[in-house]
C-alpha cells in the first residue's frame, strides 16, 4: 500500500509552504534544488526545511488535509508545529 503525505515547510523568509508527496525526502530535495520541480512559491524562498508531515492512506485523504490546512490562520499552524 503507497502512504501518502501531508507536509509543512519553513521557507528561508519565515513563511510556511504546504504540500503533498508520496516521498518527503526526494520532495523536500526538489524544492531545494530544482527549479522544474519546485514549486513556484518555495523557488524564490530556499532553502526550505520539512518541519511537520502527517500520514495518510490514500491521495484524496491527503489532498483533503492539504486543502484543510492551507485555509487555517498562521496561528493555528505554528501551534501545530510545536512540540
Given at each position: 500500500m503507497t502512504h501518502w503525505y501531508v507536509y509543512m515547510l519553513r521557507?528561508?523568509?519565515?513563511?510556511?509552504?504546504?504540500?503533498?508527496?508520496?516521498?518527503?525526502?526526494?520532495?523536500?530535495?526538489?524544492?531545494?534544488?530544482?527549479?522544474?520541480?519546485?514549486?513556484?512559491y518555495?523557488?524564490?524562498?530556499?532553502?526550505?526545511?520539512?518541519?511537520w508531515s502527517e500520514d495518510h492512506p490514500d491521495r484524496s485523504s491527503a489532498l483533503k488535509r492539504e486543502a484543510q490546512l492551507k485555509k487555517f490562520k498562521r496561528s493555528f499552524k505554528e501551534d501545530l508545529l510545536k512540540p
Open positions: 521557507c528561508a523568509d519565515g513563511s510556511l509552504y504546504t504540500g503533498i508527496t508520496r516521498d518527503i525526502e526526494r520532495r523536500v530535495k526538489e524544492h531545494n534544488t530544482s527549479d522544474r520541480l519546485a514549486a513556484r518555495t523557488r524564490s524562498r530556499r532553502p526550505v526545511m520539512l518541519v
